[in-house]
């Protein structure tokens, strides 16, 4: 047990909302002072009030945090539902409306509710002094609604030290004898988005196998026992919406009846996917014999029938209904036509939709909340006739690589049902799967969330977590994300995600855990271990493989110091969250970077994930990882040796060269090249009302930059560019004259303007902008989109002439606000091949 004696000051890991604000602290300490309420201490703890008129999730997170000061203290605090039995100090939950005692106490002025009262989720914490007679003080949690109060319940079980992942990942629970609070007032206001939540998905490989055999052996299945796991893990990372898990094998969520109720007991807002319209599961749900065909054009009477029996069923809900329609399992539209009859029939569908939740649900169907999510096919039916009704949110879909594929423009930010986002960091699908780690950047959810945030998707966000495990650091970074955006602001990713490894690892070890895992995304953003054998075995020239190898087999090496580091209570959850995913990514790579180690990296990946499986926490998590979802690595053939790709140097500039030869330079040519990093422009000139801001998390070489804010108006006309776009100019010495092509390494994001190329403008010197188009992806079928994605980069070249050697300034201005540039090179006809990770920097002089 760690020692008591040392004040602590608890913070939460959260990012704090703009609504925020904090006045109260926890600490743990020998004894107690008078101007603090002692919460637990000696062999006590102090009662906590709930009225039995709350609501019943209210109730139920009371008894989460009777378990919570238990798992802190080693003792249960009582549950009182009245003051029969007066207290000197107790801790008082309710809601607003709901308590007796809480509208008391805001009556008699000793509760301020101010930025609470009326709020969507909203909270706060207060010390009151002699709250009711009997009583000398108490802590109060008071909510808005039943599922701000929960959030308050949660905020105290997290500030005394229980992390939302003490069960998900093992985090530990630190005990302490004594805890007390101090201080004024804690106030959450309402969350930035309004709907946050996870979609379970592709299930089939994780958490399926490992709640039917492991957790829920009598169910079989991810039944109410694992949901109950699920919903309080939501409530505690203070979410609030789900998509259940839905692939074949796995039962519906509403086969088990008490689901729906143990959704509502939770205060969780249940929905369905993008292909499950209104609440159905469509693969284990749809009875052909009993419904006929599922074809809304042959089949209309028996289609609506079976919708409508689920209304019936979930009415009385908390509930989101998904509109429109898609094929059983992730399939287009059945009936036929064309894109325009289908878009048609789409509206039709909605329509009738409507319908029967105006007559079953609220005649006012406008305050039914309903979302319409125009996933693959159906975003260009949705282009084609977008007059979808405006209370309906509108929730846009990214390329299920991260990017998201269209922003609401002007008057799709007008409608009353706003706009939503759903996002993905795993992913079953073309051109290839990534089911194994989790490997999407914090920077890239901060950046592509937050851009669709700024342009009106602020009503739901839903991610795609596959199997939860293990994506758990990122899932909740993005639920996090959802309650301030703006927290984010492109060079604090990683203190953001700092805050998650300081209070499950420590404040000591934070620092260095929060550095590995930086490392290990910059290293999967050129590629993600499950892309590397596609489509080719040698991706990486030789000299690249070794660099890369290198840096690989480095951030093992941090990885072990670390866990030798951690004291033994920690080992569980670093192996979760840190351990595995390292250690079994770096295989992965080695694997193919070094073939002559393929075998033993192979069996080592294996070795790992049986610990994981088997011995990790005892055997929980028996059956949870798989590390070959689907089967699309070929374990069985081993990388043939990779070749020197036409003598490509890796680290040929990597002895800077004296600034005293080049004057006015920062960048010089070497060997025919010169390469740049966006971050290090030698000038950020601002424009009208934007600059060109870094990113720190994102690029191949961890920074990147890009336009903030992100909603100013797209600039193309060559007059407005130089006169109102932001530009970064770089000085470069050349010593060769005659033409020079520049390359340009940008991220593969959508355009703010939908269905049109993402763009910039570059010049070289005194010489007109060319405007250059990142390439457009059309579909998921489209060569160089599943290129781009699965290099996250989108290259672009232009053509420039260089009259005389010497000092020149080359300049790249916005056209689009939503463009993220990496890196650039500048090399004439007889430069040797770029490579895959280009070569270092040619910097003139150390910077």
């Given at each position: 047990?760690?020692?008591?004696?040392?004040?602590?000051?608890?913070?939460?890991?959260?990012?704090?909302?703009?609504?925020?604000?904090?006045?109260?602290?926890?600490?743990?300490?020998?004894?107690?002072?008078?101007?603090?309420?002692?919460?637990?201490?000696?062999?006590?703890?102090?009662?906590?009030?709930?009225?039995?008129?709350?609501?019943?999730?209210?109730?139920?997170?009371?008894?989460?945090?009777?378990?919570?000061?238990?798992?802190?203290?080693?003792?249960?605090?009582?549950?009182?539902?009245?003051?029969?039995?007066?207290?000197?100090?107790?801790?008082?939950?309710?809601?607003?409306?709901?308590?007796?005692?809480?509208?008391?106490?805001?009556?008699?002025?000793?509760?301020?509710?101010?930025?609470?009262?009326?709020?969507?989720?909203?909270?706060?914490?207060?010390?009151?002094?002699?709250?009711?007679?009997?009583v000398g003080r108490a802590l109060v949690i008071a909510g808005s609604d039943r599922r701000g109060?929960?959030?308050?319940?949660?905020?105290?079980?997290?500030?005394?030290?229980?992390?939302?992942?003490?069960?998900?990942?093992?985090?530990?629970?630190?005990?302490?004898?004594?805890?007390?609070?101090?201080?004024?007032?804690?106030?959450?206001?309402?969350?930035?988005?309004?709907?946050?939540?996870?979609?379970?998905?592709?299930?089939?490989?994780?958490?399926?196998?490992?709640?039917?055999?492991?957790?829920?052996?009598?169910?079989?299945?991810?039944?109410?026992?694992?949901?109950?796991?699920?919903?309080?893990?939501?409530?505690?990372?203070?979410?609030?919406?789900?998509?259940?898990?839905?692939?074949?094998?796995?039962?519906?969520?509403?086969?088990?009846?008490?689901?729906?109720?143990?959704?509502?007991?939770?205060?969780?807002?249940?929905?369905?996917?993008?292909?499950?319209?209104?609440?159905?599961?469509?693969?284990?749900?749809?009875?052909?014999?009993?419904?006929?065909?599922?074809?809304?054009?042959?089949?209309?009477?028996?289609?609506?029938?079976?919708w409508e029996q689920r209304v019936h069923e979930n009415g009385k809900f908390d509930s989101i209904?998904?509109?429109?329609?898609?094929?059983?399992?992730?399939?287009?539209?059945?009936?036929?036509?064309?894109?325009?009859?289908?878009?048609?029939?789409?509206?039709?569908?909605?329509?009738?939709?409507?319908?029967?939740?105006?007559?079953?649900?609220?005649?006012?169907?406008?305050?039914?909340?309903?979302?319409?999510?125009?996933?693959?096919?159906?975003?260009?039916?949705?282009?084609?006739?977008?007059?979808?009704?405006?209370?309906?949110?509108?929730?846009?879909?990214?390329?299920?690589?991260?990017?998201?594929?269209?922003?609401?423009?002007?008057?799709?930010?007008?409608?009353?049902?706003?706009?939503?986002?759903?996002?993905?960091?795993?992913?079953?699908?073309?051109?290839?799967?990534?089911?194994?780690?989790?490997?999407?950047?914090?920077?890239?959810?901060?950046?592509?969330?937050?851009?669709?945030?700024?342009?009106?998707?602020?009503?739901?966000?839903?991610?795609?977590?596959?199997?939860?495990?293990?994506?758990?650091?990122?899932?909740?970074?993005?639920?996090?994300?959802?309650?301030?955006?703006?927290?984010?602001?492109?060079?604090?990713?990683?203190?953001?995600?700092?805050?998650?490894?300081?209070?499950?690892?420590?404040?000591?070890?934070?620092?260095?855990?929060?550095?590995?895992?930086?490392?290990?995304?910059?290293?999967?953003?050129?590629?993600?271990?499950?892309?590397?054998?596609?489509?080719?075995?040698?991706?990486?020239?030789?000299?690249?493989?070794?660099?890369?190898?290198?840096?690989?087999?480095?951030?093992?090496?941090?990885?072990?110091?670390?866990?030798?580091?951690?004291p033994a209570e920690s080992q569980d959850a670093f192996f979760e969250l840190v351990a595995y995913?390292?250690?079994?990514?770096?295989?992965?790579?080695?694997?193919?970077?070094?073939?002559?180690?393929?075998?033993?990296?192979?069996?080592?990946?294996?070795?790992?994930?049986?610990?994981?499986?088997?011995?990790?926490?005892?055997?929980?998590?028996?059956?949870?990882?798989?590390?070959?979802?689907?089967?699309?690595?070929?374990?069985?053939?081993?990388?043939?040796?990779?070749?020197?790709?036409?003598?490509?140097?890796?680290?040929?500039?990597?002895?800077?060269?004296?600034?005293?030869?080049?004057?006015?330079?920062?960048?010089?040519?070497?060997?025919?090249?010169?390469?740049?990093?966006?971050?290090?422009?030698?000038?950020?000139?601002?424009?009208?009302?934007?600059?060109?801001?870094?990113?720190?998390?994102?690029?191949?070489?961890?920074?990147?930059?890009?336009?903030?804010?992100?909603?100013?108006?797209?600039?193309?006309?060559?007059?407005?560019?130089?006169?109102?776009?932001?530009?970064?100019?770089?000085?470069?010495?050349?010593?060769?004259?005659?033409?020079?092509?520049?390359?340009?390494?940008?991220?593969?994001?959508?355009?703010?303007?939908?269905?049109?190329?993402?763009?910039?403008?570059?010049?070289?010197?005194?010489?007109?902008?060319?405007?250059?188009?990142?390439?457009?992806?059309?579909?998921?079928?489209?060569?160089?989109?599943?290129?781009?994605?699965?290099?996250?980069?989108?290259?672009?070249?232009?053509?420039?002439?260089?009259?005389?050697?010497?000092?020149?300034?080359?300049?790249?201005?916005?056209?689009?606000?939503?463009?993220?540039?990496?890196?650039?090179?500048?090399?004439?006809?007889?430069?040797?091949?770029?490579?895959?990770?280009?070569?270092?920097?040619?910097?003139?002089?150390?910077?």
């Amino acid at each position: 047990m760690r020692s008591n004696r040392v004040v602590v000051f608890l913070i939460l890991c959260g990012f704090v909302s703009a609504g925020q604000a904090w006045g109260l602290d926890i600490q743990y300490t020998d004894k107690s002072a008078a101007d603090r309420m002692v919460l637990a201490g000696g062999m006590t703890v102090v009662p906590l009030m709930v009225e039995t008129n709350d609501d019943r999730a209210v109730l139920r997170a009371v008894e989460d945090l009777v378990e919570d000061f238990s798992r802190v203290t080693g003792r249960k605090p009582m549950v009182r539902n009245d003051f029969s039995s007066a207290e000197k100090e107790c801790v008082i939950v309710g809601t607003i409306g709901r308590s007796k005692v809480i509208d008391q106490l805001v009556a008699a002025k000793k509760l301020d509710v101010t930025g609470v009262t009326g709020q969507w989720e909203s909270y706060v914490l207060q010390v009151v002094e002699n709250p009711v007679p009997g009583v000398g003080r108490a802590l109060v949690i008071a909510g808005s609604d039943r599922r701000g109060t929960i959030y308050g319940v949660y905020e105290l079980s997290e500030r005394i030290g229980v992390s939302p992942w003490y069960w998900w990942a093992d985090v530990p629970v630190v005990k302490h004898e004594l805890i007390s609070v101090g201080g004024d007032r804690l106030v959450q206001g309402a969350p930035a988005v309004k709907y946050r939540g996870i979609f379970l998905n592709d299930e089939d490989w994780g958490l399926r196998p490992w709640a039917a055999k492991t957790f829920d052996p009598a169910t079989g299945n991810i039944g109410p026992k694992t949901y109950a796991k699920i919903f309080e893990l939501l409530l505690r990372l203070r979410a609030n919406y789900i998509w259940p898990a839905m692939h074949p094998g796995t039962r519906a969520f509403n086969f088990y009846p008490e689901d729906k109720e143990l959704a509502d007991r939770y205060g969780i807002v249940m929905g369905s996917s993008h292909c499950e319209q209104m609440l159905r599961n469509n693969v284990d749900e749809w009875d052909e014999t009993k419904f006929g065909e599922y074809n809304y054009v042959s089949n209309r009477d028996g289609v609506l029938k079976y919708w409508e029996q689920r209304v019936h069923e979930n009415g009385k809900f908390d509930s989101i209904y998904t509109v429109g329609m898609r094929g059983i399992h992730d399939g287009a539209m059945p009936g036929g036509g064309t894109e325009r009859e289908k878009a048609t029939r789409l509206h039709a569908i909605i329509a009738d939709q409507r319908d029967m939740l105006a007559r079953i649900v609220n005649t006012n169907v406008a305050q039914v909340p309903q979302i319409f999510c125009p996933y693959k096919e159906v975003l260009s039916l949705y282009r084609l006739a977008p007059e979808i009704p405006e209370d309906i949110t509108l929730v846009w879909p990214d390329d299920n690589y991260g990017y998201v594929r269209q922003f609401s423009n002007a008057h799709e930010r007008q409608r009353s049902g706003g706009a939503g986002v759903y996002y993905h960091i795993s992913y079953w699908g073309a051109p290839r799967d990534y089911l194994w780690l989790c490997s999407t950047p914090p920077a890239l959810i901060s950046e592509e969330m937050g851009k669709a945030f700024d342009y009106g998707a602020d009503k739901v966000w839903l991610l795609n977590v596959g199997d939860l495990k293990p994506g758990e650091m990122d899932t909740e970074f993005f639920l996090k994300l959802g309650w301030n955006p703006h927290v984010w602001n492109g060079t604090n990713t990683y203190d953001l995600f700092g805050k998650q490894m300081a209070r499950d690892f420590g404040a000591a070890m934070g620092p260095e855990l929060t550095g590995i895992m930086a490392e290990y995304y910059r290293l999967c953003i050129p590629r993600k271990p499950e892309h590397l054998g596609y489509p080719t075995n040698n991706l990486f020239p030789a000299g690249e493989g070794a660099q890369r190898a290198a840096a690989w087999k480095q951030l093992v090496t941090r990885v072990a110091a670390a866990g030798k580091s951690l004291p033994a209570e920690s080992q569980d959850a670093f192996f979760e969250l840190v351990a595995y995913p390292v250690k079994a990514a770096a295989l992965a790579n080695e694997r193919y970077l070094v073939p002559a180690l393929a075998q033993m990296d192979i069996a080592e990946i294996h070795r790992l994930t049986t610990v994981y499986n088997d011995e990790n926490v005892g055997g929980k998590w028996r059956d949870m990882m798989s590390d070959n979802p689907r089967n699309q690595i070929d374990y069985k053939t081993v990388p043939k040796s990779m070749e020197d790709a036409e003598g490509i140097k890796a680290g040929t500039s990597k002895t800077s060269v004296a600034a005293t030869n080049f004057p006015g330079a920062d960048f010089v040519e070497v060997e025919n090249r010169c390469v740049m990093e966006a971050e290090h422009a030698s000038a950020f000139v601002p424009g009208k009302d934007a600059h060109w801001g870094k990113i720190t998390g994102l690029g191949y070489n961890g920074e990147a930059v890009s336009i903030f804010p992100t909603t100013i108006p797209v600039r193309a006309m060559p007059e407005a560019i130089l006169a109102e776009s932001p530009c970064l100019q770089f000085k470069l010495w050349l010593n060769h004259t005659g033409d020079w092509k520049v390359t340009l390494r940008s991220l593969p994001t959508a355009s703010v303007e939908a269905r049109k190329a993402q763009r910039y403008a570059i010049a070289l010197d005194d010489a007109p902008p060319q405007i250059v188009s990142l390439p457009a992806s059309t579909n998921e079928k489209d060569r160089q989109w599943q290129e781009n994605v699965l290099r996250n980069a989108a290259l672009t070249t232009s053509q420039h002439n260089v009259g005389a050697s010497g000092l020149h300034t080359l300049k790249i201005w916005m056209v689009d606000p939503g463009i993220v540039i990496d890196a650039m090179v500048a090399e004439n006809a007889d430069a040797a091949p770029l490579g895959y990770l280009w070569p270092d920097e040619t910097k003139a002089g150390k910077r």
